[in-house]
């Protein structure tokens, strides 16, 4: 079947512009997850939605950051006033089941802010 | 603090030269160890979940196993496909759902 897919597959923008980056999960996958990998570095945990609540947000680096879920489909991860250190691969996960389940990934979003 | 660990960073076996990855780990109140795969350009692959000490779980040259304190990635008799990032991740701990992710293995198998 489809798995996770994210779009767009790379995007540039420039320092101060605000970008929307979107998951699709697989159907009927009820957990969603965001993740960020900068270069050399290992995954860091962003947010995770049960459904379309988010009973942890403990990841999001700072305000700038927000994302929302469509119950328990699309999922939109958006950066405000981008800054370059925003500059990243954003990754999307699904799960049939909340943590500790195992996480589906998406090929992720490349993010370069000049 | 909640954290993970892997060892070596990188590995080059010769095919056919079986090898161990390593991951330790240390979170109050594992609920789960996980490794991926991760290609180049491309979001991690699950491999295994292990849930408690001295579980294994097996699948083609990969069996994965787990103690109190670490994981190990044995692959037996490697082909030059098997050439990847592997990532470990752990969840637990008391009031988070956070998953936590090593830095990743990066290996290279030589045909």
């Known amino acids: 079947g489809a798995g996770v897919s994210q779009s767009p597959s790379n995007k540039v923008t420039e320092k101060g512009k605000d970008v929307e980056l979107r998951c699709d999960p697989i159907?009927?996958?009820?957990?969603l997850y965001w993740y960020r990998q900068r270069l050399g570095q290992g995954l860091e945990f962003l947010i995770y939605f049960q459904g379309n609540s988010a009973p942890d947000k403990s990841g999001l680096p700072s305000d700038r950051f927000s994302a929302e879920r469509t119950g328990e489909s699309v999922s939109t991860l958006t950066i405000q006033r981008t800054q370059q250190e925003d500059s990243a691969v954003y990754l999307c996960a699904s799960s049939p089941r909340g943590p500790p389940g195992e996480q589906y990934f998406g090929p992720g979003t490349r993010l370069t802010v000049t | 603090e909640d954290q993970v660990t892997q060892s070596p960073e990188a590995l080059r076996l010769q095919e056919g030269e079986s090898s161990s990855l390593n991951c330790s780990y240390t979170?109050?109140?594992?609920?789960?160890l996980f490794w991926y795969r991760q290609d180049p350009g491309k979001g991690p692959e699950f491999l295994f979940t292990l849930y408690s000490a001295g579980e294994e779980k097996e699948k083609e040259r990969l069996k994965a196993t787990l103690t109190k304190k670490e994981s190990f990635l044995h692959i037996t008799a490697p082909k030059p496909e098997d050439s990847a990032t592997y990532l470990c991740a752990v969840q637990g701990g008391s009031g988070t759902y956070k998953y936590i992710f090593g830095t990743g293995t990066r290996l290279k198998v030589l045909a």
């Open positions: 979170v109050s109140g594992l609920r789960g």
């Open positions: 159907s009927g996958h009820t957990a």
